[in-house]
């Protein structure tokens, strides 16, 4: 949250509104705030300057919360899956402008994907590549079928001050990092009978995805706004470059990119403003989980969280929940350990953390907390907390309005 936003939540009434709504549901659960996801959405699109916003599903992992987003306004565009095997059931499930996040070596999967190519080719979602092997593995699933496979390929915008082979800033993706091989890898999908290049994307992980104002850490937070701005304008001069050297390799082949994608909900605006993208990517923004407080651009409001009940008081001073242990991925550190929010001014135990089956609270409020009280928490991503819960209520107003599977519910475990 930036501190505006911050300062202009009333933790105290929004506990108590939420008391409310939800004093028939049974802790555990899970549930999210559509007032809240709704004003991150639109707070989103005035980033997005015009352009469309894909919606990535890692972040969200319900279906009918997916539908909820895209009928919020037709600003949002189509699903980023982060595997084969869930971006074909979303497509069962009626959507469509799917495209898939990461390179599958899944071969089942890819031979129905294949199969569903053959006979709808417009509502078969789009595959990622980067290399050679993944254009061999897609070969090996058509089995010279008449099925073609549109593709997009995974650029590099990494940042590699001292050159590639030294150093890179940014996720370890796809080898494709200039010009030529991105063109050479266009003319080999071009080549290739069952697949076409539909479209490209470029991830700058390195901005979209790492925080720049750390509470209580200056010069980290410093030096991550330096690196982000070189990054940016290295970007910039780089990225045209790769998207012409694509564009002219397919026009000597009289075919034309579909989309140009980029960005993450940690930079829709400086993506946007590069002018080269056609459409953006967004998905933990919708929820706003801990871990994305700690962005200067962004104006976001907590809007999913998770309920926990005391059910312990060892001692004075510490009020301690039954479960809690929702650890985020990425490098263990206590930012992927969930929050306790409502009540304000609770704090984890530095000893325990969160943990499997209980979790101390310090602060203010522990002295007051008593047996059977309610907590509520954030966890530090986005839709990694649907992993650990078979639905989510969805409140609005003053009231529940639906109850709804996550992913988990509906019996899926995707990666």
Not at 146 to 151: G, H, N
Not at 256 to 279: I, K, Q, W
Not at 379 to 396: D, P, Q, T, V
């Amino acid at each position: 949250m930036s501190p505006a936003v911050s300062e202009s939540i009333d933790r105290e009434a929004l506990k108590a509104r939420y008391d409310a709504i939800l004093a028939t549901a049974t802790p555990p659960f899970a549930f999210v705030d559509l007032d809240a996801m709704g004003r991150n959405a639109r707070r989103m699109l005035d980033q997005a300057a015009g352009l469309p916003i894909r919606v990535a599903s890692k972040s969200v992992r319900s279906t009918e919360v997916l539908r909820r987003i895209a009928a919020i306004d037709p600003g949002f565009r189509g699903v980023l899956a982060f595997t084969l095997p869930e971006a074909l059931y979303l497509t069962e499930r009626g959507f469509r402008d799917v495209v898939v996040a990461y390179p599958s070596v899944d071969r089942g999967a890819l031979g129905r994907l294949a199969r569903l190519a053959a006979e709808a080719p417009g509502i078969a979602p789009v595959l990622m590549v980067d290399d050679r092997p993944h254009l061999d593995l897609i070969e090996g699933a058509i089995g010279g079928g008449p099925a073609q496979l549109r593709v997009c390929l995974d650029v590099d915008v990494g940042w590699s001050p001292l050159g590639e082979r030294l150093a890179r800033i940014g996720p370890k993706r796809s080898p494709v990092h200039d010009p030529a091989r991105a063109r050479q890898m266009a003319e080999e999908i071009s080549d290739r009978p069952g697949t076409r290049l539909s479209g490209l994307m470029a991830y700058e992980g390195q901005i979209a995805g790492v925080g720049d104002r750390i509470p209580r850490k200056p010069l980290r937070s410093a030096a991550i706004t330096a690196m982000q701005s070189a990054s940016e304008r290295e970007i910039r001069r780089r990225l045209p470059r790769i998207v012409a050297a694509v564009r002219d390799a397919l026009a000597a082949r009289d075919e034309a990119l579909e989309f140009v994608n980029g960005g993450g909900t940690g930079s829709l605006a400086r993506t946007a403003a590069g002018g080269v993208v056609d459409e953006l990517t967004a998905g933990s923004g919708f929820y706003a989980p801990a871990l994305f407080d700690s962005y200067r651009s962004l104006d976001l409001e907590p809007a999913a969280f998770f309920c926990l009940q005391v059910t312990r008081r060892p001692v004075g001073g510490v009020a301690t929940l039954l479960g809690g242990g929702y650890v985020a991925s990425g490098v263990p550190a206590g930012d992927r350990l969930p929050e306790p929010y409502l009540p304000g001014g609770l704090r984890l135990d530095r000893q325990e953390g969160a943990g499997e089956v209980q979790t101390p609270l310090h602060g203010a409020p522990a002295h007051r907390l008593r047996i059977g009280d309610r907590v509520y928490l954030r966890h530090a991503k986005a839709g990694e907390l649907c992993e650990r819960f078979n639905s989510l209520y969805l409140i609005e107003g003053e009231r529940i309005v639906d109850e709804v599977p996550t992913y988990r519910g509906e019996g899926k475990a995707f990666l």
